[in-house]
């Protein structure tokens, strides 16, 4: 089994229980964590439709309950045909815990289509650096 077989494994089980009665539109992401742990998430929708969750965002929350900080990989599964990218508001929470060559891998159900660095996805990203108090 490659890197890559293991995250969508986990994708797709946590595609599979995705809360999506609205959209119709299950979603599952798995990441891989500096220690080389997996987590994933998948969306959860809800009728007032900004409060849903994202996938990618569950996984995030996962991979932090376990006090880990950094993903060097993660793999997003939706639709079939045209594999998904992360929407905007996910782009930046995956920022928000990568490095430069943190991968992000767009997959369907027979496999994974694309891949993209975070900062391809998010070039000029505003993140924790533009924080920092300055002299």
């Known amino acids: 089994m490659n ?24 979603v599952g992401a798995a990441l891989r964590a500096l220690s080389g742990a997996i987590y994933s998430g998948c969306n959860v929708e809800n009728a007032a439709y900004p409060s849903g969750t994202c996938a990618e965002s569950a996984a995030i929350a996962a991979m932090i309950i376990a006090g880990e900080s950094r993903i060097t990989d993660i793999l997003v599964i939706g639709g079939e045909g045209t594999p998904i990218t992360p ?13 430069p060559e943190t991968t992000i891998h767009c997959a369907d159900s027979q496999g994974v289509k694309a891949s993209y660095r975070i900062t391809d996805l998010l070039p000029r990203a505003f ?9």
Not at 8 to 17: L, P, S, T
Not at 90 to 99: D, G, P, V
Not at 127 to 135: F, M, N, S, V, W
Request: aromatic share 14%; net charge positive.
């Open 87 to 99: 929407c905007g508001a996910c782009r930046q929470r995956i920022y928000e815990f990568s490095a």
């Open 127 to 135: 993140g924790p650096r533009d924080l920092e108090t300055r002299p």
């Open 3 to 26: 890197r890559l077989d293991a995250l969508f494994d986990a994708a797709r089980a946590a595609q599979a229980c995705a809360y999506a009665p609205y959209s119709k539109f299950s």
